[in-house]
């Protein structure tokens, strides 16, 4: 008889978790959104907070990988990121390939810029920034110290939550930013289980790509958006097991109902994932176990028969940093341009937009091209890649196409947070990811074959 077996990608070595409060104080200069009114935090819908996953082949590892998934938005500028992550580095003593320190990207958290400290409750950033750092540097620890043997087993699911998001403005010839019921939109959902070598529940990792965008400028409350609830769900029916949110390519993908200050729709959206999540949870196999095809059973029809065995899962980790080489658009503003330009800026909108440009191109330089760093790790058979930048959907979908049967988790906005890449074929329209982009033309497709090639090599393809 053939040996026909179903293996889920996963990893088997010693995990360890832990987890920290960072909800900031109220107070705090919070405004994300050039339509804002407000300035700074008036309350607090839900806490945030930060969770490490440490992940080692044994104890005696001196290599082990760190994830770290927090509920903030999106790094401003270079310096406050690498502030925060080479404090993780330097207490871990690791290479800088080993830790991803990944944001859920919520429109209803804190500043976690320095420059702003001039702002309306930006005395608090410094301090609070300052916070964050210990409470990365506390959890990482723990969590390596807290590593047990344990499995880590991948599956994955759908939910129908995620949308897209750009939509031809019936009124001008413009995309506009927000819900568009005729696109397609990917609505993959992966989610990790992680489980000590009794079977009981350690950790849940969710990766689904959504923008957190259901509060925004009507909203003054400090919040995780939707992946607080999401969290709270899943950790309900695991006996309390920390949920990691891992933020997907979601350039383009948002809630059906968004841009609220109803703090109820960003629950219910939650809900929603956490009740997808705990679906995938539902269907997969007991943990460390496999199918084994066993034969047919003729019945009315001919009946193809499985058995549950034991499976032996990968204890392989490894991890490298990718440098993507893209161009930058010919036209981009120079600083000096940008300047001028926010000298004479007198609407809200348009001084955020401006300071976003700046700080964007500081970051670039003023040169016509930039390296881009790409994060892989091979978890067991399954893979991590994450990028700094905001990829469209296309990252996920045309990696997971190139290499089917393995659990690929894709991750926007870590280790930094620069700028979108969207496909080809927008460059020309007038929508915010294009204008908002300093790459050019064909930075996502040249992402996507680079990961695609590094890929190939790192599992020996």
Known sequence: MSALIHTPSGFAGHIGVARRDITPPIGIYNRNWGAAAGEVATGIHRPLTLTALALMRDTSDAQPLVLLSLDLGW?????DEWGVRSAILDALGVAESQVLLHLTHTHAGPSICREDADRPGGHLVGPYLDHVKAMCVEAAREALQRAAPA???????????AHNRDLPDPDANRIVCGFNPDAPADDTLLVGRVTSTGGGPIATLVNYAMHPVTLAWQNALISPDFVGAMREVVEAHTHGAPCLFLQGASGELAPMEEYTGDATIADKNGRGLGFAALSVLEGMLPPGQQLRYTGVVESGAPLATWTRERATLSNHLGARALAVEISLKPDLPSLAEIEAQLATANEPFMTERLRRRHRLRRAMGDGDRTTALIWLWRVGDALLIATPNEAYSHLQIELRRHFPGRAIAVLNITNGGYAYLPPREMYGRDQYQVWQTPYAAGCLERTIAA???????????
Not at 75 to 79: D, I, L, N, Q
Not at 151 to 161: D, F, N, P, S, T
Not at 451 to 456: L, T
């Open 151 to 161: 499995a880590l087993e991948w599956a994955y699911g759908k939910c129908a939550l």
């Open 451 to 461: 990961c695609a090639s590094a890929v190939s090599e790192m599992i020996g393809e």
């Open 75 to 79: 790094w401003r500028t270079r310096e």
